[in-house]
């Protein structure tokens, strides 16, 4: 085979194809397969390509091994294959083609003598009129976290924070680390916003009450929002974690920290064990000696003062440069103490468990939201939630501060496939230690689209006809949404005993040897989860949809991006 005959042979299949209408772009070595076309080699073949598309009679985008996609003839090409490569028969037999398709569309009529007349000719241009629209300059602010609530946020939300004060209220050891996960632009900054504007107008609520208000029935929290990615180097991210923390404190706090700070400080009780030795040394000479009768009570106590100042920086500093019989004596007599050798992130540490002691005073909780992650490389995003957990491993932050992050976690679970070798099982596992409850934000369909576009045109006015509702669920998914039931018996309460049930007859049909007691408290969290955000707007779950949802928990399977509230699904289990 010859790069000419190939050549034709293509130009010809890819004529026919536009003949036939086959409009659409195909694979190179899928159209040589379908067509039988045969060539000697690859790079026979990208060769022939290449020269079709330099001589401007395909177009075609190729790939690294030499294979593409072609789009389709050109112009030029169309017109090199009818004037070079067809035969006059060939052109005969498409001009009857041609006009059996005109007939078959009705564009063309045979009368009684079957002479060809256009009884019926081409459809008017004005039978289809173009619509024509007149810009006017229209300019308006752009808008973002200052769009009204869609998709019925604001009971997601109240969900979220529902399960967020329990999980304050559980004695559990884990590491109180909460994830939001969803893909970049599809609302967590602005979902975590709204969360934190619910609880700090309970705790305003609570504030206004007259004097004597009884004590609130839920929990406070101080919220503060942490960009993580701005440090992304370990011990730069503990250090900027404690300067948020301390800048989100009021100026009373500043100044509890401020005194606590000088006096746990060694140079405070220095200079004050010099002033009350001076007033004491002062008196007792005055009262039983007569050195200082010419000389005033101020001046005498301001030189013994100094003299006994200097005497205790002298010994200090014998003390931390000591002649060679001292340091003798220390070596062998104290202890080694390693404290200072554990750094930066040491000393940091320390100071976080001080600062949130004093945040934290009236059993309130810092909550930490951190944000923007999925800004970072791969690499760097899984080192800044390991970071943040080891922040929690310390008991004294873990019972004052939850940290929420706010990520896609396609991003992060292949963050985590890079260090475990594409282990998926692993990847879960390990996010499931890192995570002690976790939740999505759902794809969106057509119907929560329009209501978005809507609200952030402000559109409110009777010339549109469909009106603008909240939305919780994606009302365009549609497997599954039609089932058969008994009309008289009403739908079973998912209470615990239920769920006990519901969760024990998927045990007898999993895999048990890969179900742990970790993943099984999972597993029960994430159906509570779905079962409150369900119970929102009055729904009623199937034992199918529950039933996938057990099964994404445990295998992480996909989920049919059409079945109905599967969007419930991918809230109560992301990942």
Same mark, same amino acid.
């Given at each position: 085979m010859t790069i000419k005959e190939l050549k034709n042979n293509i130009l010809s299949t890819l004529y026919r194809r536009f003949k036939d209408n086959l409009i659409g772009a195909i694979q190179l070595t899928e159209l040589c397969k379908e067509n039988g076309l045969i060539y000697d080699s690859m790079s026979q073949l990208s060769s022939a390509a290449q020269s079709l598309k330099d001589s401007g009679f395909i177009n075609i985008t190729f790939f690294t091994d030499g294979d593409g996609i072609i789009m389709g003839l050109t112009a030029d090409g169309i017109e090199y294959v009818e004037e070079n490569i067809l035969t006059q028969e060939d052109l005969i037999v498409d001009g009857l083609n041609d006009t059996s398709k005109m007939v078959e569309n009705g564009h063309l009529k045979f009368d009684d003598g079957e002479d060809i007349s256009l009884s019926e000719k081409v459809s008017s241009p004005f039978d289809n009129p173009i619509k024509v629209y007149a810009p006017k300059e229209n300019i308006k602010t752009i808008k973002d976290l200052d769009v009204e609530p869609c998709f019925s946020v604001n009971e997601i939300a109240d969900s979220f924070i529902s399960q967020l004060d329990k999980i304050v209220e559980s004695q559990s050891e884990n590491i109180p680390m909460i994830g939001v996960f969803a893909p970049w632009g599809r609302g967590k900054s602005y979902f975590l916003n709204l969360v934190f504007e619910q609880l700090n107008n309970r705790n305003k609520k609570w504030y206004q009450k007259p004097l004597f208000r009884p004590k609130p029935t839920y929990k406070k929290y101080k919220t503060i929002k942490f960009n993580a990615w701005k440090y992304q180097d370990t011990p730069a991210i503990w250090a900027y974690l404690y300067e948020t923390i301390y800048k989100s404190a009021s100026r009373t706090q500043k100044l509890l920290l401020f005194l606590k700070k000088l006096i746990w400080s060694r140079n405070f009780w220095i200079v004050a064990l010099s002033i009350v030795l001076s007033w004491v040394i002062g008196f007792l000479f005055k009262t039983y000696t007569s050195w200082f009768n010419n000389i005033s009570d101020l001046t005498a106590l301001g030189g013994?003062?100094?003299?006994?100042?200097? @005497?205790? $920086?002298?010994?200090?500093?014998?003390?931390?440069?000591?002649?060679?019989?001292?340091?003798?004596?220390?070596?062998? $007599?104290?202890?080694?103490?390693? %404290?200072?050798?554990?750094?930066? =992130?040491? @000393?940091?540490?320390?100071?976080?468990?001080?600062?949130?002691?004093?945040?934290?005073?009236?059993?309130?909780?810092?909550?930490?939201?951190?944000?923007?992650?999925?800004?970072?490389?791969?690499?760097? +995003?899984?080192?800044?939630?390991?970071?943040?957990?080891?922040?929690? *491993?310390?008991?004294?932050?873990r019972e004052r501060l939850i940290v929420i992050c706010s990520i896609d976690i396609k991003k992060l679970m292949h963050g985590y496939e890079l260090l475990y070798a594409n282990d998926n099982s692993g990847v879960?596992? =390990?996010?499931?230690?890192?995570?002690?409850?976790? +939740?999505?934000?759902?794809?969106?369909? =057509?119907? =929560?689209?329009?209501?978005?576009?809507?609200? +952030?045109? $402000?559109?409110?006015? %009777?010339?549109?006809?469909?009106?603008?509702? *909240?939305?919780?669920?994606?009302?365009?998914?549609?497997?599954? @949404?039609?089932?058969?039931?008994?009309?008289?018996?009403?739908?079973?309460?998912?209470?615990?005993?239920?769920?006990?049930?519901? %969760?024990?007859?998927?045990?007898?049909? @999993?895999?048990?040897?890969?179900?742990?007691?970790?993943?099984?408290?999972?597993m029960y969290y994430q159906l509570l989860f779905a079962n409150n955000l369900a119970s929102k707007r009055g729904l009623v779950l199937t034992d199918g949809l529950i039933n996938i949802l057990l099964s994404k928990s445990l295998t992480g399977s996909d989920v049919d991006s059409d079945q109905a509230l599967g969007d419930i699904i991918e809230m109560a289990v992301p990942y």
């Open positions: 013994i003062g100094t003299f006994i100042t200097l @005497a205790i $920086s002298f010994a200090v500093t014998i003390k931390d440069n000591p002649v060679s019989a001292l340091r003798i004596i220390n070596k062998y $007599s104290e202890r080694k103490s390693y %404290i200072e050798c554990l750094g930066i =992130q040491n @000393a940091i540490e320390s100071d976080i468990e001080d600062l949130l002691k004093i945040l934290s005073r009236g059993k309130k909780r810092v909550l930490l939201c951190v944000d923007d992650i999925d800004r970072c490389s791969n690499e760097k +995003m899984v080192n800044i939630v390991d970071s943040l957990r080891t922040v929690l *491993e310390n008991d004294i932050i879960r596992e =390990q996010i499931d230690k890192v995570f002690i409850f976790s +939740m999505g934000l759902a794809s969106l369909g =057509q119907s =929560q689209l329009k209501e978005y576009l809507r609200k +952030m045109m $402000s559109i409110n006015n %009777i010339e549109i006809s469909e009106p603008i509702e *909240e939305t919780l669920f994606n009302i365009n998914r549609q497997t599954g @949404a039609l089932y058969a039931t008994d009309p008289n018996v009403e739908p079973t309460s998912l209470s615990d005993n239920e769920i006990y049930y519901i %969760i024990s007859k998927y045990i007898d049909r @999993a895999d048990s040897t890969h179900i742990t007691p970790r993943k099984l408290r999972i």
